[in-house]
C-alpha cells in the first residue's frame, strides 16, 4: 500500500521539480547565526505572492517560525536558475524544489547533532529550528551548526518530505510577506531604487514600427542632457528627471524618420490572419466508432491584439563599471535577460549580473526585459554612472510586447442521441513567446534600432507538452470520439507578440465553450448537464458541479436584462481546474455583475493566496472580454493612453465569489492564470442567455455584439 509520503516523493533517483537542474542545497537555502533562514529561489515576485508560499514550504520542512525566513530576490550568478516565472509553475518548480531541499538540509542537521549528542537520530525533535532530546534538552539548532558548511553538497534524491497531515503551515493563510512595504509607500520597487550619481533617461520612438533616422538636428536640451545614440536607438540623460523628459521631446521634434506601413488592416484582422502564410501542424487527431452525425455546427471566433497594460510603467536600473554591466530589473527571469543583454551588446555572459527587484505587475512578457536594455545601452555612455530607465505610457501600451490577435473555426457534429461525435478546429495565431534566452538571436526591442539593427526572430509556440502556446487548451477537455484540431503559426509579426496571461488559451476557451452551449441548445439539454454528460475527468465534474451550485444554475428564475453563463477549463489540459459562472446585465453596454468561480489546484500551500489569484485573473478576463484591444494604423499603434486602451476600473469590477475544492494529498498546481479564459467564455454564455446573440468577437463591445 502506497504512503502519503512515497506519493508525495519525487520518483526514485529523480529531484522534483527546478532542484533536478540546480541541486546544490546551499544555492537554494542557508542559516544564519542570527537564527534567520535565507531563501534564494531563482522565481521572482510579480506580485503573485509566490515569496510567501515558497516561505511556508520552507518554514513547515524545517519546522521553524514563518518569521524566520527570509528571501533574497533572484540574482545572477548565485540564485540558482529557475528559467522564467511564468506559466503558473512557480509553486509545481520551485515550490517543490524547496520542500525537498528544505527537507534534505533538515535531515543533514539532525544527523550531525545526533552524532555530536549521542541522541538517536528517531528520538530528536525541531521546535522552532532547536534540537531537542527526549528529556527537553538543547542539544543544537540550525543556527549552532550554521558555519559548518553541511549544505554544501548536492541534495540526495531519497528524501522524504512530510505528510500532509504533519504540515502546519504550508495550508494556511499566511499574510503576504511583501504587502506591509508596498501598504506603506516603502522603497521596495526597482522605480524607487535611487544610486549615487544616478542620471535620469528617456528614449525616443520612431513613429512607426519601422522606420529609419534620416536626420538628427543638433540644438541645446534642458538641463545639459546628454545623446544617446547607437544607429537609431535614441536616448536622453539629464540629472534630473523632469530634464530627461523635457529634453526626449525636443529631441523628437528634431529626428527625421523614413516610415514604411508595414501592419495589417485593423479593421479586417480575422481575414487577414485566414489569409495570412504560416506553417501548419495537426496537435490532436481522435478516429474511434462514432454515431452518423445529423446535425452540425460552424462557427468563427476572434480576438485582436491585447497587451499587459500595467498601471506601472517599465522601469530599469543600468551600470557599467569596469568592464561590468550590473541591471537592476522587474524581468520574469534574471538568466534569460542575462543571456540577451549579453547577446545584444557583444559581451560575456559572467561580464553581466542582473538582480531582481520587483516593479509594476505584470502578466506574462511585457517591456521589463526592453527597457533593461535600453537602460543598458544608456548607460554605456557614462561609465560608473548607474542610469535609471523609465518608460512613458505611450511606451508601455505602444511597444511592449502584445498578445497575439487570434481566429478560432470550428465544426462540431452531433448524432441523433445528441452526442458529440465530430470535432475539427482550426487556430490561427502568432506564435506566443519571444522571451529572451530562447533563441539565438536576441529578441529584445532595441536590437532593431541598434547599428547594425537585428530582426527580431518571429515568436515560437512552446510544445503542447510543457502547455503549448497558440494551441494551449485548443484541444477540448471533452469525450469527442472523431478530433481533429490544427494551428496554423504565422511566418512573420508584424506587431511585435510574446506571452501574456493564458497566451492561446483565451480564444480557444471562448471558441469551445461557446460551442459546448451551442451544441447544447441544438439538443434541448441544459448547458451544465450537456458538459457534465461529456466530460469524464471526476476533477473537471467537480468544479463544474460547485460552480452551479454556488451560482444558483439549477434554481436560476430569469430576469430581463441578465443572463448567466457557465465555462470551464482546466489550464494547460494538465493545470489547474477552473469553473465560472458570469452574470451579465445587458444595458448600453454589456456589465458583468458577478462571478462564482469553483476552483482546484491540488494541495493549497496558501489558501488566500490561490484565491486571490484566481479572482484577480477572472477580473483580468472581465477586462479583457469587455473592454481591451490595442488599436493601430498601418505604421503605428494608436492605443497608447487609457482613453484609446481602456481597462476596466474598480468601478466595474464584478462581486467575486470563489471556493476552493481541498485536495490536500496531490500534488500542487499552479493557480494564475486557470479562470481568466473560461470568465471570458462565461461572459459569452451569459450574453446570449440575456440577448439571444452569440458573440463571437472579443471584446464584447455593442458593435461587435451587433455585428454577430
Known amino acids: 500500500m502506497t504512503s502519503d509520503l512515497d506519493r508525495r516523493a519525487a520518483p526514485p533517483g529523480k529531484l522534483p521539480g527546478s532542484l533536478a537542474a540546480n541541486p546544490r542545497l546551499d544555492r537554494w537555502l542557508a542559516f544564519d547565526a542570527a537564527g534567520r533562514v535565507i531563501v534564494t529561489p531563482g522565481k521572482v515576485e510579480l506580485g503573485q505572492g509566490i515569496l510567501t508560499a515558497l516561505a511556508q514550504i520552507v ?61 538517536a537520530l528517531d528520538a530528536l525533535r525541531v521546535d522552532d529550528g532547536a534540537f531537542l532530546a527526549p528529556d527537553g534538552r538543547q542539544v ?49 520597487f526597482v522605480h524607487d531604487l535611487r544610486l549615487p550619481g544616478m542620471l535620469h533617461g528617456r528614449v525616443v520612438r520612431p513613429p512607426a514600427r519601422r522606420a529609419r533616422l ?96 500595467s498601471v506601472g ?40 549580473v542582473v538582480r531582481h527587484m520587483e516593479g509594476a505587475g505584470c502578466y506574462g512578457h511585457n517591456g521589463a526585459d526592453d527597457v533593461a536594455l535600453d537602460a543598458a545601452l544608456a548607460a554605456r555612455a557614462v561609465p560608473g554612472r548607474p542610469v535609471r530607465l523609465l518608460w512613458s505610457r505611450a511606451e508601455e501600451l505602444g511597444w511592449g510586447p502584445m498578445s497575439s490577435a487570434m481566429l478560432v473555426e470550428i465544426e462540431a457534429s452531433l448524432d441523433a442521441g445528441g452526442n458529440i461525435v465530430e470535432w475539427r478546429e482550426e487556430v490561427t495565431s502568432h506564435g506566443h513567446s519571444s522571451r529572451p534566452g530562447r533563441n539565438p538571436s536576441p529578441t529584445l526591442l532595441a536590437v532593431e534600432y541598434m547599428d547594425p539593427p537585428r530582426p527580431i ?126 452574470e451579465i446585465e445587458a444595458l448600453d453596454r454589456v456589465v458583468c455583475r458577478r462571478l462564482w468561480i469553483a476552483a482546484d489546484v491540488g494541495e493549497v500551500i496558501n489558501p488566500d493566496g490561490v484565491l486571490n489569484q484566481y479572482e484577480g485573473g477572472a477580473i483580468h478576463g472581465v477586462s479583457m472580454a469587455l473592454k481591451e484591444q ?48 473560461p470568465t471570458i467564455a462565461a461572459i459569452a454564455n451569459a450574453i446570449h442567455d440575456a440577448l439571444g446573440i452569440r458573440a463571437r468577437t472579443m471584446p464584447f463591445t455593442p458593435g461587435n455584439i451587433a455585428a454577430s
Request: aromatic share 6%; charged share 25%.
Open 630 to 677: 490595442v488599436r493601430f494604423d498601418r505604421r503605428a499603434v494608436t492605443s497608447d493612453d487609457w482613453d484609446r486602451y481602456p481597462i476596466l476600473r474598480f468601478s466595474e469590477v464584478p462581486i467575486v465569489a470563489a471556493r476552493l475544492i481541498p485536495r490536500p494529498d496531490l500534488p500542487p498546481l499552479g493557480a494564475g492564470e486557470a479562470s481568466l479564459a
Open 457 to 582: 526572430p518571429n515568436a515560437m509556440n512552446p510544445p503542447l507538452a510543457s502547455g503549448g502556446g497558440a494551441q494551449r487548451n485548443a484541444v477540448p477537455a471533452y469525450r469527442i470520439p472523431k478530433l481533429t484540431v490544427g494551428v496554423k503559426r504565422l511566418d512573420a509579426m508584424p506587431l511585435r507578440v510574446s506571452a501574456l496571461r493564458g497566451l492561446g488559451a483565451p480564444a480557444n476557451v471562448l471558441a469551445i465553450e461557446s460551442v459546448m452551449d451551442e451544441l447544447a441548445a441544438m439538443t434541448g439539454e441544459d448547458a451544465l448537464d450537456f458538459r457534465l454528460r461529456h466530460l469524464d475527468d471526476p476533477r473537471g465534474r467537480d468544479v463544474v458541479a460547485l460552480a452551479a451550485e454556488v451560482s444558483g444554475w439549477r434554481g436560476r428564475a430569469r430576469r430581463e436584462g441578465f443572463g448567466l453563463g457557465l465555462a470551464y477549463a482546466r489550464y494547460k489540459n494538465f493545470g489547474a481546474y477552473c469553473a465560472v459562472a458570469a
Open 313 to 352: 510603467t517599465c522601469c530599469a536600473v543600468a551600470r557599467w563599471q569596469g568592464g561590468t554591466l550590473e541591471v537592476w530589473t522587474h524581468s520574469q527571469g534574471v538568466y534569460n535577460l542575462r543571456a540577451d543583454l549579453a547577446k545584444a551588446l557583444a559581451v560575456a555572459e559572467q561580464d553581466v
Open 214 to 309: 534620416v536626420a538628427l538636428r543638433d540644438g541645446t536640451l534642458p538641463g545639459d542632457a546628454i545623446v544617446v545614440r547607437d544607429g537609431a536607438f535614441l536616448a536622453v540623460l539629464a540629472e534630473i528627471e523632469h530634464d530627461a523628459e523635457r529634453a526626449a521631446e525636443r529631441l523628437a521634434a528634431r529626428a527625421g524618420w523614413e516610415a514604411e506601413d508595414t501592419l495589417p488592416p485593423e479593421g479586417a484582422l480575422p481575414a487577414w490572419l485566414r489569409d495570412a502564410p504560416g506553417d501548419h501542424a495537426v496537435i490532436a487527431e481522435r478516429d474511434e466508432a462514432a454515431g452518423a452525425a445529423v446535425q452540425t455546427l460552424r462557427a468563427a471566433f476572434h480576438r485582436p491584439y491585447v497587451t499587459h497594460a
Open 59 to 119: 518554514a513547515d520542512e524545517l519546522d521553524v517560525a514563518l518569521a524566520r525566513v527570509a528571501l533574497r530576490a533572484a540574482a545572477t550568478p548565485d540564485s540558482p536558475n529557475e528559467g522564467v516565472t511564468s506559466g503558473s509553475l512557480s509553486v509545481q518548480d520551485s515550490g517543490m524544489a524547496l520542500r525537498h531541499a528544505a527537507a534534505a538540509a533538515r535531515a543533514i542537521h539532525l544527523q550531525v547533532a545526533a552524532q555530536r549528542s549521542g541522541v
Open 140 to 188: 543544537g539548532s540550525y543556527w549552532a551548526q550554521a558555519d559548518a558548511g553541511l549544505l554544501a553538497c548536492d541534495a540526495p534524491a531519497d528524501i522524504r518530505a512530510k505528510p500532509p497531515t504533519a504540515r502546519r503551515i504550508a495550508g494556511t493563510s499566511a499574510a503576504r510577506l511583501d504587502l506591509p512595504d508596498k501598504v506603506f509607500g516603502a522603497a521596495r
